[in-house]
């Protein structure tokens, strides 16, 4: 099994519990295909560096994913059709990170200033 991870970048109009909702359709996704998700990060609604599909904000998921190497196209696949995900993005990498990611740490940064 290969390790991913995997951002799914899903439209602005959505509200946080119908993200939610997506990121564990996704996660059901990725059991369905032999997989597991070993942990989920939400980003939140960040502004997009163009419009993409007239959308100017967009969130942010992040997966951390164990799966066959096989089975990543069938994922892409199913995110290509899913119409609220405006982009996407599967990278391969030797192992998974234990610790927050820079996106995460930098809203915790900023909460812990204020």
């Known amino acids: 099994m290969a390790y991913y991870e995997s951002v799914l970048v899903f439209r602005q109009d959505l509200t ?51 799966l066959p190497g096989s089975a990543i196209v069938e994922l892409e696949r199913r995110s290509r059709i899913d119409e609220d995900v405006i982009r996407f993005l599967n990278i391969r990498v030797e192992e998974l990170s234990t610790t927050q990611s820079i996106m995460m740490k930098k809203t915790t940064d900023t909460e812990e200033a204020e």
Do not use: C, D, P
């Open 16 to 66: 946080e519990s119908q993200v939610k909702e997506k990121a564990a359709k996704f996660t059901e996704i990725i059991k369905e295909l032999g997989g597991a998700v070993k942990s989920t990060e939400f980003w939140g609604l960040k502004n997009l560096a163009y419009i993409i599909r007239k959308n100017r904000k967009a969130h942010y998921v992040m997966l951390n994913i164990e």
